[in-house]
């Protein structure tokens, strides 16, 4: 179980924020995550949350490409009711195809629609959209304007710090946002070349929300009750984003909440912790997805959340990523909990910090995107 005696004193901080006409309480956002956000991931988090999650963004979708953008097989574009208010975010490095898919995403009647100005994959980046636009402002100024004429409902951006530690330029990028009628911006405290190495810089995340007339929201590293609530009163940010965090314990959104309301982060038992396999599978199954599809998603969240969940137990959270069917998996979850005393493992779901999967100071600043 896990055991958190002190109670987090929050009285000081922000909860909520507007964005259009509608206030964001809590002021957390679960980030989004290409391959893990659909909306499986997406319901997934508003139960576990008890629907105190006040974001949600799609996973980032493709405006590139040689015909023009139509709702037909977009199913990265499929969101319920119960997940709003919900953001559908866009990517691409074409201005007018930005704006024209904004217009027919609108139709579907998101609450918000985002521009991704931080994908640092060369795929993307490299052909000058998603944080490649960062290297490219005049270019991200267009696109800000040409969809947000081309929509009613809130435009947001999302960014990183700047290409690379001699290119920092968030501070401009917020102007631009601002000028473009952005109504949120939200920083992932790390440049392009770090990819998803090394730490968030809070600092300039801190600075940037301080400059800002519109929110900004801080992104990078919250993985935990403490550090959310060590963020919201360090910075003067308007929320944060958790992206990885909530693979490592997707019941952060609720535990944060409860925090908001003076109480300490509540204990999940290790048989209530493994059923959520069971209920992300139910919401898998909702959708198109083949038998293998469902089963690399299970694995997907299992790497994660066990590593906070049986730190003394890695085998069991092996067996888990050598199932070869969602049925092996299930059967090998049920084998693990008729087993009482496995069962005397703690659930550690805020034991990890480090999202790289590594101990604070032997992060190696491995991998790094090249220019
Ligand atoms: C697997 C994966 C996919 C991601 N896909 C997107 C995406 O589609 N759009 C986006 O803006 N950011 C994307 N990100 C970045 C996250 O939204 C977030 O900015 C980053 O992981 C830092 O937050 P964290 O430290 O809380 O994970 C992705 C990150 C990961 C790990």
């Known amino acids: 179980m896990l055991k958190v005696d002190t109670i987090l004193d929050t009285s000081s901080i922000k909860r909520s924020f507007a964005l259009g006409n509608f206030s964001v309480f809590p002021n957390t956002i679960l980030s989004p995550m290409a391959g893990v956000t659909d909306p499986p991931f997406r319901r997934l988090c508003r139960e576990l949350s008890k629907n105190r999650i006040g974001l949600l963004v799609s996973e980032f979708v493709s405006t ?32 007018d195809r930005m704006a024209r898919a904004a217009q027919v995403i609108e139709s579907l009647e998101p609450d918000f629609i985002e521009v ?3 994908c640092p994959v ?46 920092i330029n968030v501070f401009e990028t917020l102007r631009i946002a601002e000028g473009e009628g952005a109504e949120l911006l939200t920083v992932h405290g790390r440049t392009r070349v770090q990819g998803y190495n090394g730490f968030a810089n809070w600092d300039i995340i801190g600075e940037t929300a301080s400059r800002a007339h519109i929110p900004v929201v801080g992104n990078g590293d919250v993985v935990s009750v403490e550090t959310a609530i060590e963020k919201l009163k360090m910075y003067p940010i308007a929320g944060v984003s958790i992206g990885r965090g909530a693979l490592h314990n997707p ?18 038992s290790i048989r ?84 790289n999967g590594k ?13």
Do not use: H
Not at 275 to 298: P, T, V
Not at 360 to 369: C, K, L, S, T
């Open 64 to 95: 590139d490409g040689g015909s023009e953008f139509s709702l037909k097989n977009r199913k990265e574009l499929k969101f319920y009711p119960e997940e709003r208010p919900f953001g559908i975010q866009i990517f691409g490095r074409d201005p």
């Open 116 to 118: 991704n100005a931080g």
């Open 122 to 167: 060369p795929k993307v980046a490299g052909k000058g959209g998603g944080a490649g636009l960062l290297r490219d402002l005049d270019r991200l100024t267009l696109i800000l304007r040409k969809v947000k004429a081309s929509i009613q409902i809130p435009m947001t951006l999302k960014c990183r710090i700047g290409w690379d530690e001699s290119q």
């Open 251 to 268: 019941w952060l959104f609720g535990q944060i909440a409860e925090a908001f309301e003076g109480k300490p982060p509540f204990e999940i």
């Open 272 to 355: 209530e912790a493994l059923s959520i396999f069971e209920k992300y599978f139910g919401f898998m199954m909702q959708e198109d997805l083949s038998s293998l599809g469902a089963l690399g998603r299970l694995k997907q969240l299992a790497a994660r959340l066990c590593k906070g969940l049986f730190p003394e137990n890695l085998l069991f959270r092996q067996s888990l990523l050598t199932s070869e069917t969602p049925e092996m998996f299930f059967e090998r979850i049920a084998l693990f909990l008729d087993d009482k005393e496995s069962l005397n493992t703690s659930f550690y779901p805020d034991r990890l910090v480090n999202l």
């Open 359 to 371: 101990k604070e100071n032997d992060i190696v600043f491995g991998r790094q995107f090249k220019g």
